[in-house]
């Protein structure tokens, strides 16, 4: 993936309501998001009659990043910067204080965007989240481009990423790296079923015993993640086509 961060404006005033804190390599990640945001809801506005723009783990809106005093706009407001906005948008998020706080920034700041807000585990509300979609219709094409942005593994199950794609759908997932490298015994155990519900299989631990004396752990998750989406018929480039976040404090993989 070739991605230039761009110099959109990621700054933004405290206004007071609720903020979580984030690492200062949160800039990264948001540069990179509005970037390949921007270019998906340009690129496709005259391919497609309506482009629908979700985030599974949408977060509150602004994002304050540690130790410092400045806050960042987050992902459901940078998908409403982007230069053609999208025509309709879904945001999810399990914490109410987060979806409340998003829904009076939205309306501070797009007070005319189409947007629902759905509350809760996105893994329970799948269902909700596609009949919040613009509905089907002869000859009106509608696209959803996902964005996913789990604090850990155990937060987004495969099976909604693949109920989801039912319908036209780009994905955009960030694999939390830190979380398999921290956790790898855990997850390794045969009791845990976190990453046979991230991957949609438990088929990966015959596959990591013939890669691990190859590859990471987290780049195993990342590798074999991507594999899956294949059988979802989606087209990856591998590892190789995908991006490291890294923390830029300790350089650690994100
Ligand atoms: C890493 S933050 C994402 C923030 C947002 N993408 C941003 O950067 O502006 C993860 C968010 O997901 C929410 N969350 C965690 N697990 C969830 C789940 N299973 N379903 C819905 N929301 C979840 C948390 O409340 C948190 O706000």
Not at 71 to 93: E, M, Q, S
Not at 229 to 241: C, Q
Request: proline content about 6%.
């Amino acid at each position: 993936m070739n991605l230039r961060p761009s110099k959109i404006d990621l700054g933004v005033s405290d206004d007071k309501l609720y903020t979580p804190e984030v690492g200062s390599w949160a800039e990264d990640k948001y540069r990179l998001f509005w970037c390949y945001a921007d270019l998906f809801a340009t690129s496709m506005k005259e391919k497609w009659d309506q482009r629908v723009y979700i985030d599974l783990f949408a977060g509150a809106g602004h994002s304050h990043v540690e130790e410092t005093d400045r806050c960042l706009l987050g992902t459901p407001l940078l998908a409403l910067r982007v230069a053609h906005t999208f025509d309709w948008y879904i945001f999810c998020d399990q914490d109410p204080h987060c979806i409340s706080a998003l829904r009076k920034r939205v309306e501070t700041m797009r007070p005319t965007a189409e947007v629902r807000y759905i509350p809760g585990n996105v893994n329970r509300i799948t269902s909700y989240i596609l009949e919040e979609m613009p509905p089907l219709a002869p000859g009106k094409k509608v696209l959803g481009f996902c964005f996913a942005d789990p604090f850990r593994l155990r937060d987004l199950h495969f099976s909604t990423i693949k109920t989801l794609a039912q319908r036209y759908m780009d994905f955009m997932v960030l694999i939390p790296a830190m979380d398999p490298l921290r956790n790898e015994m855990i997850y390794l155990d045969p009791s845990s079923d976190v990453v046979d519900l991230f991957v949609g299989t438990p088929s990966w631990r015959e596959e990591w015993r013939k890669k691990q004396k190859e590859i990471t752990f987290d780049t195993f998750i990342a590798s074999f993640f991507s594999s899956r989406m294949s059988h979802l018929n989606y087209t990856h480039g591998g590892l190789e086509d995908s991006l490291l976040v890294r923390s830029s404090e300790k350089n650690l993989s994100l």
